[in-house]
């Protein structure tokens, strides 16, 4: 007989909540804010020829041409998430779609890993990353996809419970901190 615990129930109702997201999603594509459509056209101008994180424009002294310019405002995460998606076959909204599922689910367990190597309970640890699951920063992205944010959030908490692991920090420890 498996007695499933209270800390299982939790994951399991955050797993199934982002489920009910994707579904939503799925059926209502996200819009996509400002920011990341900058990227997506960087993205798409990479896919017909423009070199790295450059995108193609017409030439102001010669409209009927096009020049690239590199995209200054923007880290390349706006398009990293959901490029690859995009290059591999899927419409924008799918990749967009399936890049916000994974990468919320791989944020909210980088959370759940740091808040136990910060030395919370399973059950603490399990019921703060419920919360996080359900606030406004996460949610978002399953109605509007706000670009780089998505890559970030997953890729945060990993970068600092690789550091905590470094504890008790000594002065070589400052190369994985100049790496993040």
Not at 25 to 48: F, I, N, Q, T, Y
Not at 145 to 158: H, K, R, T
């Amino acid at each position: 007989m498996t007695i499933v615990t209270p800390q299982f129930r939790v994951i399991a109702a955050i797993v199934a909540l982002n489920v009910a997201f994707l579904a939503s999603a799925v059926v209502a594509r996200p819009k996509v804010a400002s920011d990341a459509s900058s990227g997506m056209l960087v993205w798409s101008s990479m896919e017909h020829g423009s070199r790295w994180n450059r995108f193609f424009e017409p030439d102001p002294t010669d409209i009927a041409a096009t020049r690239q310019n590199f995209l200054t405002w923007w880290s390349p995460g706006q398009y990293l998430a959901v490029g690859p998606l995009h290059r591999i076959g899927l419409s924008w909204g799918a990749a967009i779609v399936a890049a916000t599922f994974c990468g919320t689910l791989v944020g909210i367990a980088g959370f759940w890993r740091l808040y136990l190597r910060l030395g919370f309970g399973q059950a603490t640890s399990a019921w703060a990353a419920a919360i996080l699951a359900v606030t406004w920063h996460v949610t978002r992205s399953f109605g509007e996809f706000p670009g780089g944010e998505l890559p970030l959030f997953a890729a945060s908490p990993w970068l600092l419970a690789l550091i905590l692991r470094k504890r008790p920090l000594r002065w070589w420890s400052a190369l994985p901190f100049a790496a993040v």
